[in-house]
């Protein structure tokens, strides 16, 4: 176990774009947080890591890029080990990682269904390491400003929840076949690269959600196989494959305390960039957020019931984590800042035993409810979370 002085040593599984981002995040925590010491990322492991990887890592101060990660995890200067790997590896290297007694830092959707997520939890809880999801949408200061007005009774009775999480990033028919597209490599489509996030986003806001019902489609087909490394966005040149995942889901959501939610998601919804967000309604007032205006809070609070209108507040440096980064409203966080409070929110709990962010016990509520739509689109019917 680490001393409380000496620096968390750690390594990263998967240097792909999400990998790079966490990278990012070791490398700034200090500059943000100056009370904790400054994590070291000492290795990185990378299938098929070549002299274009070895570059990238040099460019985080990291000298060793290795091939195969149980050789990483042979190591004995390893405290934490970040999982960044596609679907199909995450039960595999998150249990390895958590029975080698390293704590875990592991992206989201940390299985590839329920039974692969409560394996990894029951790991990380035998060995008694400590773990981070990458619901990173939970950690806006403006989500957070939110989750304070309701616990404070300021929305009243919750009464609605409104859950979007629409991208474009396979709205080109022409975009290639990747794992994504394939059940057996991703276990699931929209489900588990953003629904997950929109039920986190409602769990942590307003509660634990009890019952379902949900539908979903495939819009687009057929995908042409690559033509080489493929990401969210690159374009197929091979043969077509037949999409085996789906590109939209819906749902009507039951909260527990009795409010009524719908969620709506799409990979292939053309015109929306990243269009994130959650509305919670009261019965004396509303709060809205939108990933893309992240500092702002759209409040409706003490205007009355009939006739009351949304105002737009930033934020300051007193809610959530704003302080560690900018010193005013208006001055905007980014998508990498909110892994860097992430991390932070790890680091503590490794320092202190004191969890303050999303960690394996709410990938697991978030498997179930993701369990639940699936049987809800097989049954076509209500079905409770459990």
Not at 12 to 37: K, S, T
Not at 104 to 124: C, H, M, N, S, V
Not at 358 to 380: F, H, N
């Amino acid at each position: 176990m680490t001393s409380p002085d000496s620096p968390v040593r750690a390594a990263i599984v998967g240097f792909g774009w999400m990998g790079q981002v966490h990278a990012r995040a070791y490398c700034r925590l200090a500059q943000h947080y100056p009370d904790l010491p400054a994590p070291e990322l000492v290795a990185v492991a990378e299938i098929d890591g070549g002299e274009r990887i070895r570059r990238l890592a040099t460019g985080y101060g990291v000298d060793t890029v290795l091939d195969d990660w149980r050789e990483l995890l042979a190591r004995d200067d390893l405290d934490l080990v970040s999982v960044t790997t596609p679907n199909f590896l995450h039960q595999e290297v998150g249990v390895a990682v958590a029975r080698s007694g390293r704590h875990l830092w592991l992206e989201k959707p940390a299985g590839r269904d329920l039974a692969e997520t409560t394996a990894i939890a029951d790991a990380a809880a035998a060995a008694g390491v400590r773990s981070a999801v990458g619901f990173n949408y939970r950690y806006p200061p403006a989500v957070e400003a939110a989750r304070e007005l309701i616990k404070d009774g300021r929305l009243g009775r919750v009464t609605m929840v409104s859950i979007r999480m629409l991208a474009d990033y396979s709205a080109d028919p022409g975009g290639a076949f990747s794992w994504r597209f394939d059940k057996a490599l991703s276990g699931s489509g929209v489900l588990g690269d953003l629904v997950c996030h929109g039920v986190d986003l409602g769990r942590y806001l307003v509660g634990e959600i009890e019952s379902v019902i949900a539908d979903d489609a495939i819009f687009i087909s057929e995908r042409p196989e690559a033509g080489g490394a493929t990401s969210h966005f690159a374009q197929g040149s091979g043969p077509s494959r037949p999409v085996q995942n789906e590109d939209f889901l819906s749902a009507l959501l039951r909260f527990e305390g009795g409010a009524r939610g719908v969620l709506e998601s799409c990979r292939t919804s053309v015109g929306d960039q990243c269009r994130y967000g959650i509305e919670v309604r009261g019965t004396e007032g509303a709060v809205a957020w939108d990933f893309r205006r992240l500092g702002e809070l759209q409040v409706c609070l003490d205007g009355g019931r009939a006739g009351a209108a949304y105002r737009t507040v930033l934020v300051g440096p007193e809610a959530g984590d704003l302080g560690a980064f900018q010193p005013a409203p208006g001055i905007a966080l980014s998508y990498d800042d909110l892994k860097v409070i992430e991390l932070h929110r790890l680091i503590t709990a490794i320092r202190t035993g004191r969890e303050t962010g999303a960690t394996m016990i709410d990938a697991v509520a978030a498997a179930r409810v993701g369990a639940a739509l699936s049987r809800s689109i097989e049954q076509k019917s209500w079905v409770d979370v459990g």
